[in-house]
């Protein structure tokens, strides 16, 4: 079965400070990646996902993931964060065959943006 | 994303008490899921239906029935409810392989005294 790992539980920037939040996931074969964000109080919003192609993904509101398939990474970053980014993110994986493709995700990294 | 709906959105309710989370979706997709979210676990997927009559335990389903009569909605039953099944649960859907990503209900926060 698949697991996600991400390594960061609270981050805490200045707005415009620049964000890496890490994701690392483990199973051998293809899979789908996924950053969901979660503002407080509200569900699951769809960040961006990566299927194939260009390992480096552009997402909404200025996010982008880059897909390292050596290192079994998978990591969001955003040059200059707002305050409004204030949330949390979840990293999540489903395998690319089969016919479940249930999502996996990690525990979650919470981002605090400071004004 | 008003095409799929929970209800209620919060609910307490005693120990062994049953209860029953709704999930309904408007987009007829053929995979819907339920996950309970707790702090340091993530979300956690109990059941899943790839399709009406279709189901299938996910990585925490003690405790809890669901079923799938009709294509647009899947309720998630809790048999006897216990204090660790307080939790927010989150339903979401999703067409065959989720390249359109999954998307997900506003959440129940189901509190068990």
């Known amino acids: 079965a698949q697991s996600v790992s991400q390594h960061n539980h609270h981050v805490i920037l200045s707005e415009a400070a620049s964000l890496e939040l890490g994701c690392n996931y483990s199973?051998?074969?293809?899979?789908?990646l996924f950053w969901y964000v979660q503002y407080p109080g509200q569900h699951l919003q769809l960040l961006l996902k990566?299927?194939?192609?260009?390992?480096l993904v552009k997402g909404i509101k200025g996010f982008e993931a880059e897909f390292i398939k050596s290192k079994f990474s998978f990591n969001l970053r955003k040059p200059s964060v707002q305050w409004s980014d204030t949330a949390e993110y979840f990293c999540?994986?489903?395998?690319?065959?089969?016919?479940?493709?249930?999502?996996?995700f990690g525990s979650g990294t919470q981002l605090t943006v400071l004004p | 994303d008003a095409g799929i709906t929970q209800s209620p959105r919060y609910k307490i309710t005693e120990t062994g008490r049953q209860v029953t989370l709704m999930c309904h979706q408007t987009w007829s997709h053929s995979y819907m899921f339920w996950y309970r979210q707790d702090l340091g676990h993530g979300l956690r997927l109990i059941y899943y239906?790839?399709?009406?009559?279709?189901?299938d335990k996910g990585e925490v389903p003690d405790g809890y029935v669901v079923s799938r009569s009709k294509t647009e909605n899947f309720p998630l039953t809790l048999e006897s409810a216990t204090r660790s099944q307080t939790s927010v649960y989150f339903c979401?859907?999703?067409?065959?392989?989720?390249?359109?990503?999954?998307?997900f209900g506003s959440g129940t926060r189901l509190t068990v005294v």
């Open positions: 239906s790839a399709a009406a009559d279709i189901t």
């Open positions: 199973y051998g074969g293809t899979v789908n």
């Open positions: 979401a859907s999703s067409v065959p392989g989720g390249n359109y990503g999954y998307t």
């Open positions: 990566y299927f194939s192609g260009d390992p």
């Open positions: 999540a994986v489903t395998r690319s065959s089969g016919s479940a493709r249930q999502l996996t």
